[in-house]
């Protein structure tokens, strides 16, 4: 078994986002130590900027037992400002420590604070953490509530979170949920605001951040020069957790290109970070390092950072990441050999997926109730406001007369009458139009399926007529000539060819069954009847075929299975006799209910663009099968650089 997590690294990484909770800029200076019973509100703020300016550095243990005497001395004076900000500290190190819950309990708390004491200009900095923490535990639908609700309040109320800062975040997410140009919008928006107030601490986490959409987008070149910026600005101010995970994210960029060489020094650079690091961007860095020396095949070395990733994955109680490094280690004994152990891990990595799939239904119930219970708040305040506008629509009538009233209510309803003509003659012009495409469309498909089939029946015939059935009229001209003879025995080297000619004729005739319907297929399931599949047509081409999986595939109807079947087999087809190919890539991933298919060739490629519309029944035929299945399918080939094909299903998996 070889390691094949190629350019997939995005199943299991989560994006980047650390809790931006004030302006940057400001550097580490020494403070007079806190003193027992003061209650100057301007001295706890100075200590406030202190214990911050500590968590960025990494000194966690001496910040948190800052924060602590400034809550209890804020608690004791009345003073909430300081009750709020120092809660927020102590979250903020719950997150630097993994303690998810532990944070959103001391926002929580700080919220009901905000309540009471109306400290207006704290409410967006709390949503923000509370978001942040969300996301980093892939909880992306409750994250997007939170980051929503920072961005409304913002927008009407003063704030001491800068806005950049929240673009930043909410476009984390954005590339996060595959949506890296939503993602780039926001950033670029954020990256003017940073520079123009010199917030270098958000600048850095936006540079970063571009650099993750644009990963995502596979412009490593361009996503690499954003995160060597990040890098930069994070060693210029000392931000630790920005420059660890911007130095990790380079070495995965170089792993999803395929060298492990240029990954390794950025890794080497991360371990040596001085400070308290993110539990979660210690555990990326482990296992970036445990594959990288899977594609040096050092397996020895590579187990010890995978075991430590695994550790950190299960103390911060992630099944995502558990899972994520488990498959990995599957990849890693099976090609030591431990294959006991490989099949422990890939059943355990099996289930996580499945509960993970169990949960994440829960928690789009959760946001969908979330959602509906805003909705019916803005429901109940728009009633108001209509009612209001009632009121004053009563007033302004009374005031304006009933003969003014009377004639602009005619002239509504004969305006209202004719945009209704109008509207009516437009949808009968649409509904017709519509339904003629309908027509059109169903007899290109019935044509192209009619066609696609009898192309199938006609290649069957001649592998059956012109191999087949000429090895068969091979074995009995050669039995009809040992017959012919005088002898009354026939000596067994004579029989040999003919036992061999009639070997060569039963595996023919079983390739063409296997093809007409492969066992593997029912059996095994897809990915593997395309594996074994391409195996098998290797042997009798000339160029290289490499066959990729990313991620697990489940089990799916076996009707669309068996059309993606034929549709390579076609798409193989069509390599073999056009495209002049030294390499073809077929390629198999399911996320999220989406099945993609690629299969790319560095052939010849098509002579013009209108040969993409214009190619034989081939083509034609697959984009009817695709269609027929409510997919999607794009052609993209230019001459002399090969041809790509990348097909979509939206489907769940088998029950």
């Not at 800052?66 to 979250?91: A, F």
């Not at 913002?154 to 140009?181: C, W």
């Not at 198999?588 to 052939?603: A, C, F, P, R």
Request: glycine share 6%; proline share 2%.
């Amino acid at each position: 078994m070889k390691v094949r997590f190629g350019k997939y690294w995005k199943a299991w990484c989560i994006p980047f986002f650390v809790v931006l909770l004030f302006v940057s800029g400001f550097r580490l200076h020494a403070q007079p130590e806190l003193k027992t019973g003061y209650a100057d509100s301007t001295l706890i703020n100075k200590q406030l900027l202190r214990a911050r300016n500590l968590l960025l550095a990494g000194v966690a243990d001496s910040a948190q037992e800052l924060y602590r005497e400034l809550l209890r001395q804020s608690q004791h004076t009345g003073y909430g400002y300081g009750v709020v900000k120092s809660m927020i500290g102590l979250g903020n190190v719950a997150i630097n420590r993994a303690e998810y819950n532990r944070a959103i309990q001391l926002y929580n708390a700080a919220l009901d604070t905000c309540a009471r004491d109306r400290i207006v200009p704290l409410y967006v900095t709390i949503y923000n953490n509370i978001a942040s923490v969300y996301n980093l535990q892939g909880k992306f639908e409750q994250s997007m509530e939170y980051y929503q609700k920072a961005i409304n309040h913002a927008e009407k109320f003063a704030s001491e979170l800068p806005v950049e800062t929240l673009y930043s975040n909410i476009a984390g997410v954005m590339a996060r949920l595959h949506q890296p140009d939503n993602a780039l919008y926001y950033l670029e928006k954020g990256e003017r605001l940073a520079r123009e107030n010199e917030n270098y601490y958000t600048l850095s986490d936006i540079c970063h951040n571009k650099g993750m959409a644009l990963s995502f987008q596979k412009k490593y070149a361009e996503s690499d020069v954003n995160f060597k910026q990040a890098v930069e600005l994070a060693r210029k101010h000392g931000y630790i957790n920005v420059r660890h995970s911007a130095l990790v994210n380079l070495a995965i960029n170089s792993l999803n290109q395929d060298m492990p060489e240029q990954a390794l020094p950025y890794l080497r650079e991360a371990e040596g970070i001085q400070g308290a690091v993110n539990p979660y961007y210690v555990y990326q860095r482990h296992l970036a390092m445990g594959k990288a020396l899977m594609l040096f095949e050092r397996y020895s070395e590579a187990e010890m950072p995978l075991q430590r990733a695994l550790a950190m994955a299960e103390q911060m109680d992630n099944h995502s990441n558990i899972a994520a490094v488990r498959m990995v280690m599957a990849d890693l004994y099976a090609n030591m050999g431990s294959y006991e152990t490989a099949f422990r891990h890939l059943y355990t990595a099996k289930q996580l997926n499945d509960s993970l799939n169990i949960r994440e239904t829960a928690d789009n119930i959760a946001a969908v109730e979330v959602k509906y219970r805003t909705a019916q708040k803005d429901k109940d305040l728009a009633q108001q406001q209509l009612t209001i506008d009632r009121q004053s629509r009563v007033i302004y009538k009374r005031n304006l007369g009933i003969g003014l009233s009377l004639g602009g209510l005619l002239l509504l309803v004969i305006m209202l009458l004719l945009l209704r003509n109008v509207y009516r003659n437009r949808q009968k012009l649409k509904d017709a139009e519509m339904h003629s495409l309908k027509r059109d469309k169903e007899l290109n498909e019935i044509n192209a399926k009619l066609t696609g089939e009898e192309m199938e029946r006609t290649r069957i015939a001649r592998d059956l007529h012109d191999d087949i059935m000429v090895r068969f009229a091979a074995v009995k001209m050669n039995l009809s000539a040992l017959m012919g003879t005088a002898r009354p025995s026939v000596a067994k080297d004579e029989l040999k060819p003919v036992v061999q000619q009639l070997d060569k004729a039963t595996a023919e005739l079983r390739r063409t069954a296997h093809n007409l319907m492969p066992d593997m297929l029912l059996q095994e399931g897809l990915a593997e009847a395309v594996y074994y599949f391409c195996n098998s047509l290797q042997p009798n081409v000339s160029f290289k075929i490499v066959f990729h999986q990313l991620g697990e595939l489940p089990r799916l109807d076996v009707r669309l299975e068996l059309a993606v079947y034929r549709i390579i087999q076609e798409l193989l087809q069509n390599i073999i006799k056009h495209a002049a190919a030294k390499e073809a890539i077929v390629q198999l991933s399911y996320n999220m209910g989406l099945l993609s298919i690629t299969v790319e060739d560095n052939g010849k490629g098509m002579r013009t663009a209108n040969d993409v519309e214009t190619d034989g029944l081939g083509l034609k035929s697959i984009k009817a099968r695709v269609e027929e299945l409510k997919g999607n399918i794009d052609i993209e080939s230019h001459p002399g650089e090969g041809t790509s094909v990348r097909i979509e299903f939206e489907h769940s998996p088998k029950l």
